[in-house]
């Protein structure tokens, strides 16, 4: 009895390893700028998960698992960090690494229009990720300024460039597998945001394969295709109509305030967009904004206060203009120990915050402290 279990057991470990070593290397497209790519050992590194309520139109799947996430720069499009657990490592900035059987390579260059952002103290760096996993190397651009030559030259040997549908980035690589994303999606989402679906960038190119699943093989030295067109995960979902009926009233709201219309009337489209959507930050925020507009700091308070214990899942860049925000009404209502433990949280995301407000609650800290 107890061969035949183990005889069994033995039989089952060589059927799980026979799967194991079946698995092979592959590209997984979310939607908008977000892969996830997979090693045959079945280590999952994902690449700039985007935000589900900003802008995209649709969200991001709840269940994607991953052992690691890269992000380029930390624009909500780009950087969802929140969907993954604490537990998950997060790499932003550049260097070499090595995870399991990944090795990850950050260069570190710039954003486009990196000057025009960064004058505002906005965060204007973007780190090319380049993941080499079984031999194949897969390039990240994020939404870097068009790489230099010295950057090109680091990513000379690469098989895959993963690049915004731009003939100025696309011309750079004619060695790689270009993969266009970072486009609009007019197969999951009725949204209009500020991008123009890829079919235009494609027309006048050659060597284009348009792939039906959202899912790839990738090969060394891969001839098959010039440029490779992913379809977008069929775990994408549209937003809700509760979050656009909320947009719809933020939109009546801004357009009432631009008009200097009444306040109350302001006022009462963003209570609407909050009703309309609690899960999401956007009509606690703008109703935060205005009130701290007519220095209503008391208020201001408790919107937000209400805001952090209400909404699940909050776009850290949002999170971090409300938590200045709160901060600042805090400091007003004389809770300055309340301010400071915003201020802490912000000082602790020296590479999200904006750079003007990390200076800001240093200072902030520095004089509590002492005069604690
Ligand atoms: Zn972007």
Known sequence: MIKRTLLFLVLIFQ?????????????????HAAFVIESSQGTRVVIDPYHSYRQMGFTFPEDIPADLVLITHPHYDHDGSQYFSKNTPIYRDAGLYRFNDVLVTGIASKHSFAEQIGKSGNQNYNTIWVVEIDGVKIAHLGDNEIPTTEEVQQLADVDYIIGHPRDAYYELFPNAVYIPNHYLLPEVTQHKNW????DGWLTDKQGVVQLTTNTYTPIKGDTSAEILVFMPS??????????????????????????SGDFDTIITAYDKA???????????????????????????ISV???AFATV??????????ARALLAEAYVTANELTLAYHQ??????????????TIEKATTYIKNYVENR
């Open 15 to 31: 059927l799980i390893g026979s799967y194991m070593q079946a698995q092979s290397l592959k590209i997984e497209y979310i939607a």
């Open 195 to 198: 991008m123009q679906p890829v």
């Open 234 to 259: 069929n775990k994408v979902q549209e937003w809700s109509s509760e979050y656009y009926s909320a947009l719809a009233f933020i939109k009546e709201g801004s357009e009432h305030e631009k008009a």
């Open 274 to 300: 909050i009703q309309s959507a609690p899960f999401v930050m956007d009509g606690y925020y703008v109703k935060a904004v205005t009130l701290s507009r007519k220095q209503k700091h008391k208020e201001v």
């Open 304 to 306: 937000l206060e209400q």
């Open 312 to 321: 699940p899942d909050i776009d850290w860049g949002v999170e971090a203009k």
């Open 343 to 356: 201020y802490v949280w912000l000082r602790r995301h020296p590479r999200i915050v904006n750079r003007n």
